[in-house]
């Protein structure tokens, strides 16, 4: 027996109609999708509860100097709380910095990555444990 995970389309249709889906599959909910025109993977989600839009962003989470940077290149940025994307403005970017309170993202941009030097650095993984030996002397 196989079992699928997509959407029936009956319920697509429908929940599209009655404005609870985009016609993209996006929600309000952000989740990593890949972005069909460049085939990357994108964080992407409505940037809103109200009156929202459909909203495709970077991998790449942003520090307060790229948070400049993208905006400097006229990107909009977004942060990530509690699951949703919500677009930053002046309130929220001097309010809660990039890179320190919130994780914060710019928009996507097909075949224009942003640099890493914009970038929070990937955290490094923590040292190997030794393998645990048996016949070891106990060190206390
Ligand atoms: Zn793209």
Redesign the pocket.
Known sequence: MTTTTTMPEWLKTMLIDQGRLSETGLTRRARIRT??????P?LAGYDADTCALDT?CDLAELTLAGEVHALLAGRTTYELTTERLYRRDRWTITGRPAGRMTPVFAE????APIPATWAVPPTPAPPAKPAHQEDATCPF
């Open positions: 972005h069909k025109p460049c085939h990357l994108t495709w996507h941009r097909c075949h």
